[in-house]
């Protein structure tokens, strides 16, 4: 499958993302991407709905988005980074590591979240680092580094 945007405005749409990533439900976590400097850095939406699969039981009473789940939505938007670099190798990358995450805002059903990455490092085309902001309505709700590994 070829790897194009869907528009000249740099944005990705939820068929593109599927052709870059692969993820598919209930693990598909990443709706648009709304800037894209291919290889460089992704700003993407993560609408959260109360229809998600883990809010039946994170909690029936009071509804959270995992902790685990924003950090994954976050990786995501990276491994779209990763994958548009243009010199690496094909397969998959896969989590190597997570540092300096800080969950600073609970993140509810009708939230959306604003997933910001850039690129940090590439090394020896195996290894990637990225840095990762999530927001929702123009406050921080989480932050860190995610690292990636080619999987042979």
């Known amino acids: 499958m070829e790897k194009k945007l869907s528009s000249e405005n740099n944005q990705l749409s939820c068929e593109n993302i599927l052709g870059l990533l692969p993820h ?12 894209h400097i291919p290889g460089k850095r992704a700003v ?3 609408n959260v709905t109360i229809n998600e699969p883990q809010f ?14 924003i950090v994954e939505s976050m990786a995501q938007v990276g491994g779209i980074i ?10 998959l990358f896969v989590f190597a590591g997570i540092n300096n995450v800080k969950f600073r805002k609970p993140v509810v059903p ?12 590439i090394k020896r085309q195996r290894f990637g680092k990225v840095s990762a902001e999530a927001h929702v309505d123009g406050k921080l709700a989480c932050s860190g580094e995610l690292m990636f590994s080619l999987v042979d």
């Open 24 to 35: 598919r439900y209930p693990f598909a976590l990443v709706d648009k991407v709304i800037e």
């Open 110 to 121: 009708g939230d959306q979240l604003i997933i910001s990455c850039e690129l940090l490092s």
């Open 44 to 46: 993407a939406i993560k």
């Open 82 to 91: 990763v994958t548009q670099m243009p010199d690496l190798p094909k397969g």
């Open 56 to 69: 039946q039981g994170h909690f029936p009473e009071r509804p959270l988005m995992p902790g685990v789940l």
